[in-house]
């Protein structure tokens, strides 16, 4: 195909044009940023559109003229959708459009690019075409077919759909985006407002189609309203997210001291508005603050501090101010930040406290890093160890190791502390002219922001004083735990020599009271008696003074039997009752609905109990009624309850019942024979057994004497007593 061309004026206004576009898209592309592409895809679009039109307008025949004009749609039909690519991805910074978005609005435009190159077999697009001549000036006049008004209408829905995303996003925006927004609104409007008037036939000089150069200014427009208005080099991208949320103010000035833009921190921070403030002198904006426009002054550079508020409410703020320039170093404005440094200077204060207190700090203290190296140590540890601060920093702690430690006691230490734990202990240290000395030390590890070790800090206290005051204790408790040793051992032996002779006495008096010895006189008789029961008071006294001692080194053992509390109680009562009624007393035994049949435990030691609780209430009693009962206290627990209704004991007598050599008040010379130690011994064996014992007065006369003890049916495989405590005790007196 031949084409035929000749140069006219009217190409110029095209082809400067077209550089333009060139120019705009070399710029757009330098700047790397895919958000970006539209643009420069639009600014290509339009340099086809616009060569294709001057090629049109150069053509000198239909044919020619045919061509350039296909050329020259391949721009219209793709300058639309390039438009909507970039104005989505411009409104969408974070997330451009998705391809599967994006070829479904590329297929309309390529139809119409593929119906312009193929229009002669279907007259699709142009119905009808022609050389028109206006003056020495020629165009392709056309009969439009029916495309052209669906691709008419597609790029217009388009165009629109670009229009609504810019300013949707640049709606919500404030200061230096309400400049973009006027670029913006001149960069869509222009190209619709030329495509029409063409397309009506209503351009004011030659018809040459101004939708191209519209274009051409709207791609000018938008890339300087973008990388003019960069704040200067930011994204809208990087303006959301980094000075719209930095927790810091930033307050942007012009070259005339005019507020250019202001983020939110720095609004809430002065409780103003962008109406109040964007587009303002600076000293009208902020006349309420004058100690800040003191700080800030005229100056490009320069830093301060400033307060808002006073005593409690006081606020304290750090502003610097930093000159504003573009790529050139052309000076552009200021950019004010502001931060809050209240709480870091409450910080720094009292890091600064601490710092005193430790160094004042009456124990030695010492930080080491992770390797060991000792970082810091405060006074104290000087004057403890006669090391100063620089002959210790950055050596190991291990200097003042005197090989009096045990390697265990080291190797522990290191296992604990760098698994992130506390380690405390004691270790013998030596001072710098070799002095040992004790040292109570604790060592913890601090942890940084990521949860690792970042060093160790050592508390350590002289104990040295201190040890050598508790060797002599341990001396002095060592010297008394053998005394007592002692002690115990001659009481026993004691009770163990008493018992062999006054049993001796017993049988004597016994076998002088046999009926073949003789008729005994009433005195002789009395004499007899009162020697029995003497030489039974010393043999008690024997046998309770060891149960005692056995009690007091955790000798005496417990059997675990089983054996049932009913006949336990029946075969206490007869003796019992037989002593109650020489004092004419009553003697009742009671065994509960509920008691156990059968329980695990020592029956003896239980019985040795019982007879000490009711010979005491039988001894403190002259008349009245005893009773001895079982009590059911459901699955866990039972008791035994001895009670008499004579007198009550007196509360400072209840206070010491249970202390060894209690004697009861009111006690008869002839009924003197008690040991004291009956209820000591009671309470002990009780306790032993996980059992409970309790006395109390009644409401009206007499005392409770309650014991009571756990359920146990099943022996445990141990040699050793059971002392499980009770899930409920009841001990009652009263």
Known sequence: MNLHLQYTPYVIPLLLAALI???MMIIILMQRSRANLGLAGLSLAIVVWVLGHAGEIAGTDLATKIFWSQVQYIGIALVPFAWVIFS???????NPMPLRMALPLAVLPLITIGIAWTNSWHHLLWKSTYIKEIGVFTEMGVTYGTWFWVHAAYS????LAGAIYLFRFLGNKQGVYSGQRVTFFIAILFPWVANIIYIIGLTPFLPVDLTPFAFTVTVTALTWSIYGFRLISLTPLARDFVIEGMPDGMIVVDLQNRVSDMNPAALQLFSLTYRETIGKEFREAFNRWPHLQERIGNEAETMGEFTVGKDEQERLFEINSTPLTNRRQRALGRVITIREITERKRADEQLRQLSRAVDASPVSIMITDTQAKIQYVNPKFCEETGFT??????????ILKSGQTPPETHRQLWETITVGREWRGEVCNHKKNGELFWEAVSISPVLDAAHQIAYYVAVNENITERK???DVFASARDQAMESSRKKSQILAAVGISLQLPMRSIQRSVKLLQEPGMGEL???QKRVLTQITDRSQYVITLADELVDMIKLEDGTLRL???LFSPGTLVKTIAAPMSHLAHNKAQSFMT???????EKVLGDEMRLKQVLINLMAHAIQSSTGGNVSIRTLSLGNDAWSIQVTDSDKSINEAELQSIFEPFHRPQGVSTEEELITGLGFFISKQLVELMGGNIKVENQDGQGCIYTVTLPIKIKPKNSSSPDTQPLSQVVLRKG
């Open 559 to 561: 059997q675990q039997n």
């Open 21 to 23: 576009s060139i120019w």
């Open 521 to 523: 006189a009433i005195e």
């Open 468 to 470: 050598k005051i508790g």
């Open 389 to 398: 601060r620089e002959e210790v920093l950055g050596q190991n702690p291990r």
């Open 590 to 596: 009671t065994i509960s609905a509920g008691t156990p």
């Open 156 to 159: 217009y829905a388009l165009n």
């Open 88 to 94: 989505y991805n411009y409104a969408h910074p974070d």
